[in-house]
């Protein structure tokens, strides 16, 4: 073999080689965004089996402690809430009543509280009149947040924190919230379905 022959047998072997890195390259790209294209269409398979389950359970007639917990059943596992609680607001007798309250695994008894106190984030959701939403314990330490006695006794406490009013007037008829134990736990897509949930809880409810 003459010495351009070996030289141009080392050239084609490293071309291929190159070309066989780049080739792994593309594959490990194109793999990506199937996977991410396979990752969004299950989100959004999620969210469609959310919105159908809830037209499917609430009703319009129902109580309001009902209708909350339909919503309950359809969201709790597959948002991965921690909490999740359903707020009436009186404005002639100034009382945020907790109608239904999820927590722990469980429904609990919360007192109710003058909605003018403004001492808590539920307060936050009523006086702005929309959807509010801190990702960190920490933002919602800040905001006023107020820790439940359980708690205070387990130190389980969510980190994610959305409230989204009941009704879009001046005066709510009262805000649904969704806690995570997870920090940043609901994207921006997740919240609007969520802010699609609690309008047809409104509407259910009559609530304008």
Not at 33 to 46: M, N, P, Q, T
Not at 153 to 160: N, V
Request: contains cysteine.
């Amino acid at each position: 073999m003459g010495l351009f022959g070996g030289k141009f047998q080392e050239d084609s072997t490293q071309q291929r080689e190159e070309r066989l890195r780049n080739l792994e390259s593309e594959c490990r790209g194109l793999q990506g965004r199937v996977e991410g294209a396979e990752e969004l269409a299950r989100h959004l398979d999620e969210d469609r089996n959310l919105l159908l389950g809830a037209l499917e359970r609430m009703r319009p007639g129902k109580a309001t402690a009902e209708l909350g917990q339909d919503l309950l059943d359809v969201c709790f596992k597959p948002l991965g809430l921690a909490c999740f609680y359903v707020a009436v607001a009186d404005w002639e007798l100034d009382q945020l009543q907790f109608v239904l309250y999820h927590e722990g695994g469980r429904a609990r008894n919360h007192p109710s509280r003058r909605i003018s106190d403004r001492i808590g984030l539920s307060e936050r959701v009523l006086s702005g009149r929309r959807p509010v939403y801190f990702k960190t314990q920490e933002e919602g330490h800040a905001a006023g947040s107020l820790l439940t006695e359980a708690e205070q006794a387990t130190g389980l406490i969510p980190h994610t924190w959305f409230g989204v009013p009941l009704g879009w007037g001046p005066r709510p008829a009262g805000l649904v919230s969704f806690q995570s134990f997870q920090t940043d736990a609901f994207s921006e897509d997740r919240r609007r379905v969520m802010v699609a949930l609690t309008a047809l809880m409104s509407d259910c409810m009559g609530a304008r």
